[in-house]
């Protein structure tokens, strides 16, 4: 069975300052992956994906994900964080050996940028 | 063009009451998905449709829920009898490119349930 793990709840990062939002999986084939953000009281919105090719995606609002298979991970980045990037962020894999490609997402990180 | 539409956005009922939700996706897309949100999790894939048929029903509870899309475009999400535990965020979402798992979603805003 696939899954995702977000191993932080809480990411808490200064305005200006870099920051990483991790996640991990694990998929019986090459994984599909994507993060999505979720503002309050509204439905999540796609942020970047990797399919395959280069491991550095780069997607909305200045973010950025690697994808690093040896250790199957794809964390979420970008170099300089604005206080509106705090919402809570998925990651989310899909399967890439069946043409359904049922998602599965993390529970979820909080990010926090304070100013 | 035009996001996912949900609606209501908002519903509180009793315990073995019946409730139905209703969902309109992009414009074109064949593929909808159904998810439930519990607080404090990430969502749950409850049904997938790609145009009127069912290809991933496997997490729905269907001793209780049900849904269908008639006609390949709005799909309604029915509970009947709720639960307690039903109480979660109801989430929408819809692809394009015969829902292949390349393809991003796009969510609607959801329907927040509450079961007293």
């Known amino acids: 069975a696939q899954s995702v793990a977000q191993p932080e709840d809480q990411v808490n990062v200064a305005e200006g300052n870099p920051l990483t939002v991790k996640c991990t999986y694990s998929?019986?084939?090459?994984?599909?992956l994507f993060w999505y953000v979720q503002y309050p009281n509204r439905g999540l919105q796609f942020l970047l994906k990797?399919?395959?090719?280069?491991?550095l995606v780069k997607g909305s609002y200045g973010f950025e994900a690697e994808f690093n298979k040896s250790q199957t991970s794809f964390h979420l980045k970008k170099p300089s964080a604005l206080v509106s990037d705090s919402a809570l962020y998925f990651c989310?894999?899909?399967?890439?050996?069946?043409?359904?490609?049922?998602?599965?997402f993390g529970d979820g990180t909080t990010l926090t940028v304070k100013p | 063009e035009a996001g996912v539409a949900q609606s209501p956005r908002y519903k509180i009922i009793e315990k073995r009451q019946s409730v139905a939700f209703w969902c309109n996706p992009i414009?074109?897309?064949?593929?909808l998905y159904w998810y439930q949100q519990i607080l404090g999790q990430g969502p749950k894939l409850l049904i997938q449709?790609?145009?009127?048929?069912?290809?991933?029903d496997s997490q729905l509870p269907k001793d209780r829920f049900s849904a269908e899309r008639l006609k390949g475009v709005d799909s309604t999400l029915k509970i009947q009898p709720a639960k307690l535990e039903d109480s979660a965020v109801y989430l929408c979402?819809?692809?394009?490119?015969?829902?292949?798992?390349?393809?991003?979603?796009?969510f609607g805003p959801g329907t927040r349930l509450t079961v007293t």
């Open positions: 990797y399919i395959t090719g280069d491991n």
């Open positions: 989310a894999v899909r399967a890439y050996n069946t043409n359904a490609g049922k998602s599965t």
């Open positions: 979402a819809s692809s394009s490119g015969g829902g292949g798992p390349h393809y991003e979603q796009y």
């Open positions: 998929v019986s084939g090459n994984p599909y």
């Open positions: 414009s074109g897309h064949a593929t």
């Open positions: 449709f790609q145009n009127n048929g069912v290809v991933d």
